[in-house]
């Protein structure tokens, strides 16, 4: 069964850094193009980042590029998202993404706040 389970989110000043990791099981992680994104209140989910399975290619938002850094760790199981220069508008629960096998895999999220 898959599993993923996202932490690291806390409140923040703005211009500030945090660091997210997402800890999966459940899939022979290092095939898998691994995703983040984010979600506010009353809007869609949006895509923040990704990574590709062993190649470590990555994507980004617009909203996001050169602020946010995407990295895995294929021994660990883990993907992460780092964070810097973090705005109010960041403010949003996190969430861990992964398909496999046609479906669609997410963690419970992590909050992220940002405010002073």
């Known amino acids: 069964q898959v599993h993923l389970a996202e932490s690291g989110g806390d409140l923040v000043q703005p211009g500030g850094s945090l660091r997210l990791s997402c800890a999966a099981s459940?899939?022979?992680?290092?095939?898998?193009?691994m995703d983040w994104y984010r979600q506010v209140p009353g809007k869609q989910r949006e895509l923040v980042a990704s990574?590709?399975?062993?190649?470590?290619?990555?994507n980004f938002a617009d909203f996001v590029k050169g602020r946010f850094t995407i990295s895995r760790n294929n021994v660990w199981n883990r993907v992460y998202l780092q964070m810097n220069n973090l705005e109010p508008e960041d403010t949003a629960v996190y969430y861990c993404?992964?398909?496999?096998?046609?479906?669609?895999?997410w963690g419970r999220g992590t909050q992220v706040t940002v405010s002073s």
């Open positions: 993404h992964t398909q496999h096998r046609a479906n669609d895999y």
């Open positions: 459940g899939i022979n992680f290092r095939l898998y193009t």
């Open positions: 990574i590709g399975s062993n190649s470590g290619s990555t």
